[in-house]
T-cell receptor, first 113, second 112 residues
Framework: DSGVTQTPKHLITATGQRVTLRCSPR?????VYWYQQSLDQGLQFLIQ???????AKGNILERFSAQQFPDLHSELNLSSLELGDSALYFC????????????FGPGTRLTVT | GQNIDQPTEMTATEGAIVQINCTYQ??????LFWYQQHAGEAPTFLSY????GLEEKGRFSSFLSRSKGYSYLLLKELQMKDSASYLC?????????????FGGGTRVLVKP
């Protein structure tokens, strides 16, 4: 158990819908990262937050957005969902934003039908 | 680009040794991580290299050569539970925050 929690574990929704994925980092960690993992794409970095502020952006679509709240939990919002958005979404956390290793949560499996 | 290259798949026998190679672009290199990921589960941290040389952790060792843009993960005394994907990830110094670029992963199958 990494100490990172994610909810829900599974999510099934229809195209065009909007969902919110939630992540709580390990106690004391200030950085949160979101990744998408689909079968043909590997692990793709989406976005990073540090202590409430956006720090780095990867291959995140405009239909996707995220935020980190004062209690350091984070939410990833996915809207106008398409079939291709079906994937595992992982959240990771680290103590700082420098050299620390990232610890991954169990992931949310999103299925868009 | 910041391509991270590693073999797609490897097969080895229980009790044997397997070496998983990873090559990356050297410009801006600022650390390399290895993660293990079982199917459908979260990646788990295995090792971190930022200086040249070998880091040993029990049955797992990781080696880095910064000048060659090369790392390997060595798995010794293979066990059936080692069947998993192994992800090489590199942090590049120009990347904001602590962004990691992941390779596609190497699926290791351990046979009895």
């Amino acid at each position: 158990d990494s100490g990172v929690t994610q909810t829900p574990k599974h999510l099934i929704t229809a195209t065009g819908q909007r969902v919110t994925l939630r992540c709580s980092p390990r106690s004391g960690d200030l950085s949160v990262y979101w990744y998408q993992q689909s079968l043909d794409q590997g692990l793709q970095f989406l976005i990073q937050y540090y202590n409430g502020e956006e720090r780095a952006k990867g291959n995140i679509l405009e239909r996707f957005s995220a935020q980190q709240f004062p209690d350091l939990h984070s939410e990833l919002n996915l809207s106008s969902l398409e079939l291709g958005d079906s994937a595992l979404y992982f959240c990771a956390s680290s103590a700082r934003q420098g050299i620390d290793e990232q610890y991954f949560g169990p992931g949310t499996r999103l299925t868009v039908t | 680009g910041q391509n991270i290259d590693q073999p797609t798949e490897m097969t080895a026998t229980e009790g044997a040794i397997v070496q998983i190679n990873c090559t990356y672009q050297t410009s801006g290199f600022n650390g390399l991580f290895w993660y293990q990921q079982h199917a459908g589960e979260a990646p788990t941290f295995l090792s971190y290299n930022v200086l040249d040389g070998l880091e040993e952790k029990g049955r797992f060792s990781s080696f880095l050569s910064r000048s060659k843009g090369y790392s390997y993960l060595l798995l010794k005394e293979l066990q059936m539970k080692d069947s998993a994907s192994y992800l090489c990830a590199v942090r590049f110094i120009k990347a904001a925050g602590n962004k990691l670029t992941f390779g596609g992963g190497t699926r290791v199958l351990v046979k009895p």
